[in-house]
């Protein structure tokens, strides 16, 4: 981790060097600094904050980071408000445990597609419009919860639900667009492990909510209906912040740059090529599904678990699933954070090694969770799990935003789609039927984890190499510009569309880590002026 910053930037707007605040910053000489730009906090040259300040709310960057994660945290709760109820629920419309495994399959594979789709609408419309407009459209669906009379129904407003979980996007491209790369891992992990933790407030938000009603007279099948009005409402009131207070960019909205002439309007079919033909993509979608995936899935299946098979209350088995999903309050951030640090010694190498152990791990604790015999051991178990996969989804996106940096939100889309592929995958093959009992099929699951994060090995960027690959010994190949500048043709090159990308390549030089010869840079291989 890089010194806590203690100088403003080079706009005083209530950002001092002796405000109170948890801070992390880029010290690093490879990323130089706009002093001509204005803004709250120190930037890089594409306007990229190099400071990330916890608690600030400096405009437009640390405001977007709030925004961003606050709103992710709103859709987790709506989207798995249902699990920590499920009890209650499968008494009121008799559901099977098909039924239920089916909801549960239905509330993750809604947003396989709408995943995809808010990473092409990121790329052209911006995060803005994408997260606001998804948040407000997906309200109606959960009040619809409150009227579902079997299970067809149920299994449908849980799939609708599930959309909203594509804001996941929306706050990992957001983040992408406002922090320097130096520093994204942390800020990513944050934002998503925040907004994360929506899985674990749910499981004791909608029990609490749920036994307030009731002693306010409702009866048990009346009070879980009401109890939905809640999550209904903040999904409305997320969507209208966001809409009024949020900014695609550091300098402004996309719409407005682009009728300026300061942001170039991109073509949908070049974006979605870049992203498709890249190799490194496809190994991310599946690593993701067997990061992010569980752990949806285990958001599902884990209040009931424990509510079967160690005989306890649904509050205790609330509580106990909910800090599963609340550990995403360190537990992500560190991911990311371990990225970030692993990155400064030893480049994309490091980053890479890092997500390997990480995940890793968490597979190993996933079988001893479902081999567990005792309570205590079983929530031991539960816990190491997961800090390990929720760690492997920050130092995921750690590294995503490097593999394209023309084609990022549809990569982040695709990325965000795998782990919700990889959940519906595991819940349909481990519990939506009798063949697996849930222990058994969580020591399968584990197993699955371990295998699906060896392609890891695969990744090799030829500016920075892999694992075990070093980079590529061509000395024009080896370049970040040419990584980067690769993805535009000679035509958009001679318009000048590929500045921003040398502005990025300049400044992901840091991956190359302590070891700063891992590739050459031509001297004249970035204009003056970037």
Not at 120 to 136: K, Q, S, T, V, W
Not at 348 to 363: A, F, V
Not at 405 to 430: C, E, H, K, P, Y
Request: overall charge positive.
């Amino acid at each position: 981790m890089a010194e806590v910053e203690q100088s403003p930037g080079s706009s005083m707007h209530g950002v001092t060097g002796r405000e109170q605040t948890f801070a992390f910053s880029v010290t690093s000489p490879i990323v130089p600094t706009d002093r001509t730009a204005k803004f709250d906090l120190p930037v890089d040259s594409e306007h990229k904050a190099k400071v990330f300040k916890l608690f600030s709310f400096a405009n437009p960057h640390m405001r977007t980071f709030h925004l961003s994660w606050i709103s992710f945290f709103t859709c987790f709760i709506s989207t798995f408000a249902a699990a920590p109820l499920v009890p209650i629920i499968r008494d009121n419309l008799n559901l099977t445990k098909a039924d239920i495994g089916n909801a549960g399959v239905a509330s993750v594979s809604g947003s396989i597609f709408s995943r995809l789709a808010m990473g092409a609408i990121c790329d052209l419309l911006g995060p803005r419009y994408g997260c606001a407009f998804l948040i407000m459209l997906s309200a109606p669906t959960v009040f619809c919860m409150s009227f579902v009379s079997n299970a067809g129904g149920y299994i449908a407003v849980r799939f609708m639900i599930g959309f909203s979980l594509a804001t996941f996007v929306s706050c990992q491209y957001w983040m992408s667009t406002m922090f320097n790369s130096k520093i994204i891992g942390l800020v990513n992990g944050t934002a998503a492990g925040w907004g994360n933790m929506g899985g674990g407030a749910t499981q004791l938000l909608m029990p609490l909510l749920y036994d307030l009603i009731q002693r306010a007279g409702a009866t048990p099948f009346t009070a879980w209906r009401i109890a939905f009005f809640i999550p209904g409402w903040l999904n409305v009131i997320m969507g209208i912040l966001v809409l009024i207070l949020g900014q695609d960019l550091p300098d402004g909205n996309l719409s407005t740059l682009q009728k300026k002439g300061d942001v170039a309007v991109d073509k949908f079919s070049r974006v979605l090529w870049y992203a498709v033909t890249n190799y490194r993509t496809w190994i991310f979608v599946l690593l993701y599904g067997y990061s992010m995936g569980v752990e949806l899935s285990i958001d599902n299946v884990i209040a009931e678990y424990f509510y079967d098979r160690f005989n306890l209350k649904l509050h205790t088995a609330g509580l106990i699933a909910a800090s599963f999903g609340m550990a995403n309050l360190v537990a992500r951030p560190f991911g990311g954070y371990a990225s970030d640090f692993s990155a400064r010694y030893f480049g994309m190498r490091g980053r890479l090694w890092t997500l390997w152990i990480l995940q890793t791990l968490g597979g190993l604790f996933c079988i001893w969770l479902g081999r567990a015999n005792s309570i205590s051991f079983a929530i031991l178990a539960m816990m190491l799990f997961s800090v390990g996969a929720q760690a492997a989804c920050g130092a995921t996106f750690g590294i995503i935003p490097f593999i394209s940096r023309r084609s990022l939100g549809i990569i982040s889309g695709m990325t965000g789609a795998g782990g919700n592929f990889g959940s519906g995958l595991t819940q349909l093959v481990f519990f939506t039927s009798s063949r697996f009992s849930t222990a058994t099929g969580l020591s399968l699951m584990g197993i699955m984890i371990v295998c699906c994060t060896l392609p890891v090995t695969l990744i090799q960027f030829p500016q920075w190499g892999g694992m075990f690959l070093p980079p590529s010994k061509d000395i024009v190949k080896s370049t970040e510009e040419f990584y980067y500048g690769s993805e535009w043709n000679e035509e958009e090159k001679q318009k000048g569309l590929h500045q921003p990308s040398l502005k990025f390549a300049e400044n992901s030089r840091s991956e190359r880590g302590k070891r700063v010869v891992s590739a050459v840079t031509p001297p004249d291989s970035t204009p003056a002026h970037v």
